[in-house]
């Protein structure tokens, strides 16, 4: 295996990120024989887009076979539906990988699949990059340039030897294919667990696009018969609102398997946003521009 290189790829989902990722593969990469995998629309679109050599549908056998490099990027009750199918089709020196939004639920699915000796090894993945507007259409080949790409590696807790499949998954050829390749694309690789992973996308992405969607609920329910106040928005007011444009069934999935976090995130927003309503009279504020001017210069330069 040593010598092992990714030279076929089957993309499962060729909407944005699987769409992107395929762009991706061409733009950055040579030699790489690129399939796809979707409804039967969905994926001639891509195909009809140049982003891949095979388009396929139905079936899952005939889309892995001889894959090198299988990469789910499906919404996340399809991955888990189909994950247990990809694990007994997969060839056995395929690496598969996914994209899902959240990792600790399908990284524990994927524990009891893949045995990680002389077979198909999962590698739980997730590219923190997207756009309010979902499918190919919308899929670019520079999607992830820039953009941090959560690579999840379970530490092995201490004196306990290094088996199963989450040990030493750093150290496998076929993860240190994909990584270059991710690399090759602009994205920056960072090693987490999956619980460390839902926490911290929990609160800087999850809660977020929940806060955007019921602020412009909020605003569209007091509409009134002249646009009001919709009508005197500045753009302001559409930078804040940009997560708003995500379409539900995007989300649907990933609310469900990171409820946990996101419900103690919720509460603890709940009690901040209760906390300015009380300070409105009072010069406290300053502390809260003064923290959240701090955090947007981080933002600005990561």
Same mark, same amino acid.
């Given at each position: 295996m040593a010598g092992h290189i990714i030279n076929r790829v089957t993309i499962l989902g060729t909407g944005l990120i699987g769409g992107s990722f395929a762009l991706a593969l061409r733009?950055?990469?040579?030699g790489i024989?690129?399939?796809?995998?979707?409804?039967?629309k969905v994926v001639s679109d891509a195909h009809a887009r140049d982003a891949l050599d095979a388009p396929f549908y139905g079936e899952l056998g005939p889309a892995l076979e001889n894959a090198d490099l299988i990469y789910i990027a499906l919404p996340i009750s399809v991955a888990l539906d189909l994950l247990p199918e990809i694990a007994r089709l997969a060839p056995s020196h395929a690496l598969v990988t996914d994209a899902c939004s959240t990792k600790l639920r399908i990284g524990q699915t994927a524990e009891n699949l893949f045995p990680g000796e002389n077979g198909p090894i999962f590698l739980g993945g997730h590219p923190m %990059?997207?756009?309010?507007? +979902?499918g190919i259409a919308s899929a670019t080949p520079d999607l992830f340039r820039d953009a941090p790409y959560a690579v999840i590696s379970e530490p092995q807790p201490e004196g306990e030897a290094a088996l199963g499949p989450r040990a030493n998954v750093k150290d496998d050829p076929r993860v240190t294919a994909f990584v270059k390749i991710i690399q090759k694309m602009g994205a920056r690789p960072i090693w987490l667990g999956a619980q460390q992973h839902d926490y911290a996308v929990g609160l800087a992405s999850h809660l977020?696009?929940?806060? %955007?969607?019921?602020?412009? +609920?909020?605003?569209?329910d007091r509409l009134d018969e002249n646009g009001l106040p919709i009508t005197l928005a500045g753009p302001g007011l559409r930078d804040s609102l940009r997560l708003a444009g995500s379409p539900y069934h995007t989300w649907r999935d990933i609310v469900l398997t990171n409820r946990d976090v996101l419900a103690a995130a919720l509460d603890l927003f709940a009690r901040r946003i209760e906390d300015i309503r009380e300070r409105l009279a009072s010069r406290d504020l300053e502390a809260d521009f003064d923290s959240a001017n701090e955090l947007y210069k981080l933002l600005r330069g990561l």
């Open positions: 733009k950055h990469t040579t024989h690129i399939s796809g995998w979707d409804r039967p %990059a997207g756009r309010e507007l +979902a977020p696009q929940l806060a %955007a969607v019921a602020l412009a +609920a909020f605003l569209y």
